[in-house]
């Protein structure tokens, strides 16, 4: 069964700069979800998307922005990093079809130098 | 808001063993859904089980059941004749049931329990 993918899988990126995070979802999910997790930590939600609508959003610095697009992929964008961006961005996907469950990508591990 | 509590953050077992996860929660929600989630060292998030507020009937995967307590707003995992496979952080997350106004609604995770399977 397809899951979801999230690009690129590992990201290492100076101070102040910025970097894109892209996940695409399970086919015929219409939500989306970013968590991030830092070490030794619980994820924590940042931001939610359904049929391309923001539809939630938690504890998501203003630098960073995030949309979905039409074909249902998602783009979490990060400006001027910081030491304490680092850490593990999840994606998940939620469809009518999952149960109300939400299925997570591999992650991707950002590393802010 | 919702709090997700994880009591034990690491447990020990030996293989084959039945070991409990705990977790309590708190809402004012009566319509909600619970989640544990397994973190092997990969670092995936895996999807162990689920189980929806307004069933009564405790879910059950395979090796892996919960023992739901609405009333006492607690709902453990258990594992029988556990595997190496089965080390892994575990994550107990709550999800309030979606609605038209607020939408699909987040995970709200506990801290975590460190469970590692011993030969």
């Known amino acids: 069964a397809a899951g979801v993918i999230q690009s690129p899988r590992h990201l290492i990126k100076e101070k102040r700069e910025t970097a894109t995070l892209k996940c695409y979802p399970i086919?015929?999910?219409?939500?989306v979800y970013w968590y991030q997790q830092g070490p030794g930590q619980d994820p924590q939600f940042l931001i939610s998307f359904y049929e391309k609508m923001q539809s939630d959003k938690g504890s998501i610095p203003d630098r960073f922005s995030a949309q979905q697009f039409s074909d249902y992929h998602s783009e979490l964008n990060m400006s001027s990093l910081e030491l304490g961006d680092s850490a593990l961005y999840f994606c998940?996907?939620?469809?009518?079809?999952?149960?109300?469950?939400?299925?997570f990508g591999p992650g991707t591990r950002l590393l802010v130098l | 808001a919702q709090t997700v509590t994880q009591s034990q953050p690491e447990m020990s077992v030996q293989e084959a063993e039945t070991v409990t996860l705990s977790c309590t929660y708190d809402t004012s929600e009566n319509n909600y859904y619970l989640f544990w989630y397994k973190q092997p060292p990969s670092r995936q998030m895996i999807l162990v089980i689920r189980?929806?507020?307004?069933?009564?009937q405790n879910a059950t995967e395979n090796r892996f059941s919960v023992n739901f307590q609405k009333a006492a707003k607690s709902f453990s995992l258990k594992i029988s004749d556990s595997q190496l496979g089965d080390t892994a952080m575990y994550f107990c997350a709550f999800m309030k049931h979606e609605n038209r106004i607020q939408g699909a609604q987040k995970l709200v995770f506990g801290q975590g329990t460190r469970l590692t399977i011993n030969p």
């Open positions: 189980q929806e507020a307004y069933k009564q």
């Open positions: 086919p015929r999910h219409d939500t």
């Open positions: 998940a996907s939620m469809g009518t079809d999952s149960g109300r469950t939400q299925y």
